[in-house]
């Protein structure tokens, strides 16, 4: 009797062991690029360039923007997995970027602001939050207009319940994010009335 349950006991330590294992949603190529760009403009691009690519191993089409990959470029190859696992990514990759957003929203001081890298804007004013901020949380809200009727179309196409509830959760962000420009948009400083001539 003791035996017996000592072995249903190791079979419980080892069981949540290898439930709670879950793959990398980066390539390793997609981390070094998401590392390097450390102003959140630019971080938000890439983060919705990676889900565009999870998409695209998806096949489907979210109108994503023109973006020329060459074989073998700094991106590594086209990300790979189950149906489920790619929409397990996007959920995921779309959280990182909602985290990255509410992160810079609660410090705004910690802002990245990377000076001019070419001799043609050398000298102006290096952006800051209130440029930089804004412009990523209309990058992304573009980004999850483009994504919410891709999803809605494979929510009802789809027959998994673990399919069912990734894609709804990302539906639920896409929601968010929609709510949170339009919300920014309400809070923008009016623009200073133009002097007319008499």
Known sequence: MKLVFLAAFAALLFLPAKTLCQRDYFTPEEIEIIRDAQQIDQ??????????????????????????????????PAPTGSRLDLFVDIKRILQKAIDDIDNLSERPNSIVVEEARDKKNQGEKSKGFAELFPAAVRSLAASAQRYGPALKIE????????????????????????????????????????????
């Open 43 to 76: 971080r938000v691009n890439v983060l919705t360039h990676v889900i565009d690519r999870r998409f695209a191993a998806l096949n489907i089409d979210v109108h994503a923007p023109a973006f020329k990959e060459k074989k073998g470029d700094e991106w590594g």
């Open 155 to 198: 929510l009802d196409k789809t027959k998994d319940p673990l399919e069912k509830g990734a894609i709804l959760d990302s539906l639920e962000m896409c929601d968010e994010i929609m709510a949170s420009v339009n919300k920014l948009n309400s809070t923008a400083a009016p623009a200073e009335p133009k002097k007319t001539k008499n």
